[in-house]
């Protein structure tokens, strides 16, 4: 297994290259070259065009360690470690993306999740999705989404009046 490596975007680490920002990467004798959008073999070769000056007939491995993509969810709220989360290959869904915010704190309210995409707000039901397995709410997230877990502040219900002590019921 091959440790997660720490080079900044365009500089060489010990496994390879890292696609910078702007996506391209720099390698000795060949200089700066641009590899977003291309095809393993399409870097080869070009990385093969580039040392044919120096090296006779040079032979060039290419393939990709990881995928670090720049789509991701925002999680906000009630969860324990809100914040960005990176989005792969595989796809996310509401319930992943509570998940891999540390989960819920103890005054989380699944029931009216709220997430933002595109401008327009959805409420949704997570605890429907959890107690009931209704896949319905458990909606595929895409890059852009901001999922909020709201506190139940808005969900509470008070009792006053002729009682001994007047209290929040949730």
Request: proline fraction near 8%.
């Amino acid at each position: 297994m091959q440790p997660y490596t720490t080079a900044l975007p365009g500089q060489a680490d010990p496994f390879g290259q890292t696609v910078s920002p702007d996506g391209t990467i720099y390698f000795p004798f060949v200089g700066k070259i641009r590899v977003a959008g291309k095809t393993a073999g399409e870097i080869r070769d070009q990385l093969a065009a580039g040392l044919s000056p120096y090296l006779k007939k040079p032979q060039v491995d290419v393939r990709v360690l990881a995928y670090r993509a720049r789509q991701k969810v925002s999680v906000t709220g009630e969860v324990k470690t809100p914040g960005p989360l990176a989005m792969s290959e595989v796809p996310l869904t509401l319930v992943d993306a509570i998940t891999r915010s540390g989960g819920t704190n103890a005054d989380a309210d699944l029931q009216r999740v709220r997430l933002t995409r595109n401008g327009k707000l959805y409420e949704l039901d997570a605890d429907s999705v959890l107690d009931r397995g209704e896949i319905s709410q458990n909606v595929m997230l895409q890059s852009g989404d901001i999922v909020n877990v709201p506190d139940r502040t808005d969900s509470r219900v008070f009792v006053m009046g002729e009682v001994k002590t007047p209290l929040p019921v949730r």
